[in-house]
């Protein structure tokens, strides 16, 4: 099994945790960069994205973080954690930081205050046996990509799911609905690594 990381700095990393085991990992929180150096892939929750790099920077994971995915580090972030590998966000809170490694630009909470929080199927390449549930929750939308980027799933014709290499983000939250499909897609891609 897999050892795979949960970024716990803010967020959550709970729901995070258990669907990485029900899927088929073994999840393990990171908070530190010892810790970091041991997990084979990580998963950046959702929370809040300007809280979650302010720790990074003061936890001393940031250069970590970055360093480990050029190394080729598989991540998975979602919602909050899509903001964190984006390598561009539209509209950044002051001294916002990303780790970046998906050549995109993010706007936050691009959905609106009518539309804060909603539920919608979303189709998702790489996923098998029909939609997922998307739950988004004040969720980011992708609002241009690189030409490396593969669009995974749109809602309303923005992206919501992309994948880099061995990067991949959703806008909406697959921990909170006891689908386990795109960590399991995950955890290949971890795998993959793992058996090279
Ligand atoms: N709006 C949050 C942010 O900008 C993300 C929300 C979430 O992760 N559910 O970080």
Redesign the pocket.
């Known amino acids: 099994r897999p050892l795979i990381g949960v970024l716990a700095l803010q967020?959550d990393v709970r729901e995070h945790f258990a669907a990485l085991a029900g899927a088929g990992a073994e999840p393990r929180t990171v908070r530190r960069p010892e810790e970091l150096a041991e997990v084979d892939g990580l998963v950046i929750p959702?929370?809040?994205?300007?809280t979650?790099s302010k720790l990074a920077v003061a936890f001393g994971l940031l250069e970590p973080l970055r360093e480990r995915v050029r190394a080729g580090m598989p991540v998975y972030g979602?919602?909050?954690?899509m903001?964190m590998l984006a390598d561009k966000i539209l509209d950044p809170r002051s001294g916002q930081e990303t780790v970046g490694g998906i050549d995109m630009i993010v706007r936050?909470?691009a959905f609106g205050r009518q539309n804060e929080s909603f539920e919608a199927a979303v189709d998702m390449a790489d996923v098998e046996g029909g939609p997922v549930e998307g739950v988004f929750?004040?969720?980011?939308w992708v609002e241009s990509t690189g030409a490396e980027v593969r669009v995974l799933a749109r809602h309303d014709g923005h992206p919501v799911a992309v994948r880099q290499g061995r990067l991949l983000a959703t806008s909406f939250?697959p921990e909170l609905t006891g689908d386990h499909r795109v960590h399991e897609a995950f955890v290949a891609m971890v795998r993959g690594t793992a058996d090279r």
């Open positions: 967020g959702g929370g809040e994205s300007t979650i979602s919602c909050a954690g903001i936050r909470n929750i004040r969720a980011p939250h």
